[in-house]
């Protein structure tokens, strides 16, 4: 049981991840300098909630 939640818990990560890039590369088609300000902020709310 513990285990179906693990993968499950991978399989919303992933997809969160996904949706990330996925937004992403499509703010970095819109805006040229301002993408890389949120890509990097984007890092940092990953990096946060992956600490938690």
Known sequence: MRVFFFKKD???WGV???AAIILLLVVLRM?????EAMKQ????IIKGVKGV
């Open 31 to 35: 805006t040229g300098g301002e993408a």
């Open 16 to 18: 969160i991840l996904l």
């Open 10 to 12: 991978i399989i919303i």
């Open 41 to 44: 902020d984007i890092v940092s």
